[in-house]
């Protein structure tokens, strides 16, 4: 075949078709190797983007684990540490518990010692009251006997008989008198 620049009729339209037919072809053979590029391309980012996903949610699953983790530890520190402060107060309130049962004992106690002291008190005010009426009464007798012996004009051996010389006379009666029952 002879390239012939201006060709005329079939020869022409022959050209024409083989040169789309090249040009078609062509296309077909770039878009087919662009298709198979992109495929590739996006085999490969698929499965390097599923991997990238896969690790991600391997993260994530990890990450919520840690966190999980982490929240369960917080929540045991927090519980111990509450039982702990609960065991504590709650051993200080029976502290308190116990010095409040012994501090009204000891207060019943108290009151029962004021009261037996109370007692005794007025038990030995009475007793005291008693003697000092007792020797109030004995002196005012003595005085009486002692003005009864000065003015009654009684005497004894010649000599005027008073209350010194008649308890002299009683202290060695009762002597005498108890040596004889001890004879």
């Known amino acids: 075949m002879k390239p012939v620049l201006l ?104 009151s029962e010692r004021l009261k037996l002291a109370n007692h005794a008190i007025r038990r030995q005010h009475k007793e005291t009251m008693s003697k000092l009426g007792q020797r109030d009464r004995l002196s005012n007798e003595k005085r009486l006997i002692a003005e009864y012996l000065k003015h009654a004009g009684l005497t004894l051996d010649d000599e005027p008989l008073d209350y010194t010389k008649l308890k002299q006379l009683a202290s060695s009666f009762e002597k005498r008198h108890s040596n004889q029952k001890g004879e």
């Open 7 to 110: 060709a005329k009729g079939s020869e022409t339209l022959w050209f024409q078709w083989q040169s789309w037919s090249y040009i078609f072809i062509f296309c077909l053979v770039t878009a087919l190797i662009l298709g198979v590029m992109f495929n590739t391309f996006r085999t490969f980012s698929d499965a390097s983007l599923i991997e990238a996903k896969q690790k991600l949610a391997q993260k994530s699953e990890e990450l919520e684990k840690f966190k999980q983790q982490y929240r369960q530890q917080m929540e045991q520190d927090v519980l111990r540490a509450h039982s702990q402060k609960a065991e504590q107060l709650n051993r200080r309130e029976r502290e308190l518990d116990t010095i409040q049962n012994q501090a009204a004992r000891q207060q019943t106690e108290s």
